[in-house]
């Protein structure tokens, strides 16, 4: 027998196995939310602290980073000239607005205002996801555009219908600043992803596709190079540049639409899982002995959080003081949940027959 495994279990079928792993890790997440809930610590607060500070300094770095490679791009492009470098600084030009306007959003959810907005600002977060996929998709299918323009030039001019064909020449400095946009791209996506919150998971995902659109631009405006140049026989290769155009702008549509589907669905209030629901569950039967019944769970998104309700009944004759001090700890329990933006936690002596 082996440390959570017993020999007995080799016998079992694989989706009893699977159920019961499924229980384990179950068994895990309400250990770790009891120890998260208990009490704050001065640890976990530092620890907080600190990935706001890696938040806000990697936001930054993005920025400058953006803003760097869009311009070092912008003169690769006109040396080259290839639809697909192009399609590459539309995308970074894009890129630096996005790092602004996620800036702007930190700076302004960390300046709370109770008055105007006594629920704080979070919910910019992906108001700011939902602008900017909408701003990616559009730049995209003006580059699928152009580049079907340009494709349909390539055919004319094979087939003899035109004279005229595209120059583009891969010198080593738009080749230099495509590897540098690589480099630099896959180390942000790989700090990017260490933090675990919305914005910086879309920052993440951002710099992953710019890596994969990067690496196919490059390529792409390689190959088309070599084709006019002579170096590949074949001259009709050169088509391959327009093609990778559109197929990064496809990657880059589709990613976003992901992303946009995602954030709208939960700022619409989608349910938690099933899952999440469990654990508040749990969580409130576990915190008094004084809990008779719970009534109601319901949690629902509230931007890139969860806003809660629970209704718990407890004795008609409890004093209005002990019945206050279980529902004030229990709602503060709950919200220190860290995907609890908000928790509701309503008292009552008896099981309520309708659904309000």
Known sequence: MTEGKRDEDEKLSSRIRHFYKKQDALIDSLKELNEQTSSRSKKEDEHLNKQKRQTDWLIKATLIFNVILLIAKIIAAVYSRSLSIISSVIDSAVDSASACLLYWVLHVIKRRDPYTYPGGRTRLEPLVIVILSVIMVSASVQVIYESIQSLINYVNYFTKKSTALRYIAMGPAPITVMCVTIVSKTILSFLCYQIANPTMYAVAQDHRNDVFSNIVALACGIIASKALDGSIKAQEVVVIDPIGAILISLYIIFCWLGQLREQVRNLSGYKASPEFLQKITW??????????????????????????????????????????????????????????????????????????
């Open 283 to 356: 969580l409130t039967l576990q915190h008094s002995p004084f809990i008779q019944k719970i009534d109601t769970v319901r949690a629902f998104h509230f931007g890139t959080s969860f806003l809660v309700e629970v209704e718990v009944i407890l004795s008609e004759t409890m004093s209005l003081k002990q019945a206050h001090d279980i529902g004030d700890e229990l709602k503060n329990k709950l919200e220190n949940i860290p995907e609890v933006e908000r928790a509701f936690v309503h008292l009552d002596y008896v099981v309520d027959a309708l659904e309000y």
